[in-house]
């Protein structure tokens, strides 16, 4: 039973346009959420976070919105770059011990 | 350079043949665990240690085994490895079990034949 899922496998997305990567969860207990960001061949790497207690947080590019009557969380990167092509992966807290992970979203940043 | 290690990157053996892939982080985490990573089925928790010798089992810790002797090592043990263990495998640290942030090795991609 997957608890967090990310319906899209991939995403294609122009330069300088908005990305949005969306991620849907099952539990209400979970405390905390990430956002993961994977080039090939290398581990996953922290981007960004939010609290279950708060709805937006921003760094930079990046801003995490949170829907929690919805079970809803959605990345946003603003303007994407081709660095950006990745897969990110979302994931979840639950208490302090467990992470659970979506199954990644593939993003392209074409010119 | 603060990093997570992991030996080797690439494996490739035999059925019932016992191995061990190694994880080693700088940074004096506390808290360190195991993933393997599969498609359609995202990041899937083996192990984790809080600190030395204190480990507890993930979601997946059928067939794996692990120890936590040192505070910068965590091995991943399969005494007897079947073809269902063939994945990319991640080790992780965070600095303390509350921490959030978790800081992944590069993977290691085992096939079992």
């Known amino acids: 039973d997957q608890q967090v899922k990310q319906n899209s496998p991939s995403l294609s997305v122009q330069e300088g346009r908005i990305s949005i990567l969306n991620c849907d969860y099952t539990?209400?207990?979970?405390?905390?959420f990430l956002w993961y960001k994977k080039y090939p061949a290398e581990g996953p790497t922290f981007l960004i976070s939010?609290?279950?207690?708060?709805d937006k947080n921003e760094d930079g590019r990046f801003t995490v919105f949170l829907n929690k009557s919805a079970k809803h969380l959605s990345l946003h990167i603003v303007p994407s770059q081709p660095g950006d092509s990745a897969v990110y992966f979302c994931a979840a807290l639950l208490g302090v011990d467990k992470l659970i992970f979506g199954t990644g979203t593939r993003l392209q940043v074409f010119p | 350079e603060a990093q997570v290690t992991q030996n080797p990157r690439y494996l490739i053996t035999v059925t019932g043949k016992k191995l061990t892939v190694t994880c080693s982080q700088n940074m004096n985490h506390e808290y360190m665990s195991w993933y393997r990573q599969d498609p359609g089925l995202g990041l899937r928790q083996i192990y984790y240690?809080?600190?030395?010798?204190?480990?507890d089992k993930g979601d997946v810790p059928e067939g794996y085994k692990v120890s936590r002797k040192e505070k910068r090592n965590f091995p991943l043990i399969l005494e007897s490895p079947s073809p269902n263990q063939t994945s990319l495998y991640f080790c992780?640290?965070?600095?303390?079990?509350?921490?959030?942030?978790?800081?992944f090795g590069p993977g290691t991609r085992l096939t079992v034949t």
């Open positions: 240690s809080m600190n030395v010798e204190v480990t």
């Open positions: 992780a640290s965070k600095l303390q079990q509350v921490s959030y942030e978790q800081y």
């Open positions: 939010i609290s279950s207690i708060k």
């Open positions: 539990n209400s207990m979970f405390d905390y």
